[in-house]
């Protein structure tokens, strides 16, 4: 079992800054792809961002503003958020795409943290 846990989400005002990060555990043997992704009310799920050893992605709504990282050792993927605007409130989601110690591969989505811009 793989499983993905998220943290970091909550109130903060426009024009602030929070980071999310997102932990796997489990039967993982190697890691290639994590993403964000968001939903907010009454939308799609849109990816946000991503990263691999090919590189990083970002939607264009965040670049410049947002940016994701990763701690191979501790299994993490990070995305700090900076300069947040109300628009950016949504249920925040990572997901990971991995290969499991049976090499299986997988992919495997967070139970999604809570992003709310607001004064």
């Known amino acids: 079992q793989v499983q993905l846990v998220e943290s970091g989400g909550g109130l903060v005002q426009p024009g602030g800054s929070l980071r999310l990060s997102c932990a796997a555990s489990?039967?993982?043997?190697?890691?290639?792809?994590q993403s964000w992704y968001r939903q907010a009310p009454g939308k799609q799920r849109e990816l946000v961002a991503h990263?691999?050893?090919?590189?990083?992605f970002y939607v264009d709504s965040v670049k410049g503003r947002f940016a994701i990282s990763k701690d191979n050792a501790k299994k993490t993927v990070y995305l700090q958020m900076s300069s947040l605007k109300s628009e950016d409130t949504a249920v925040y989601y990572c997901?990971?795409?991995?290969?499991?110690?049976?090499?299986?591969?997988?992919?495997?989505w967070g139970q999604g943290t809570l992003v709310t811009v607001s004064s």
């Open positions: 489990g039967s993982i043997r190697i890691i290639n792809v």
């Open positions: 990263i691999s050893s090919a590189g990083t």
């Open positions: 997901k990971a795409q991995i290969l499991d110690r049976d090499y299986r591969n997988l992919e495997v």
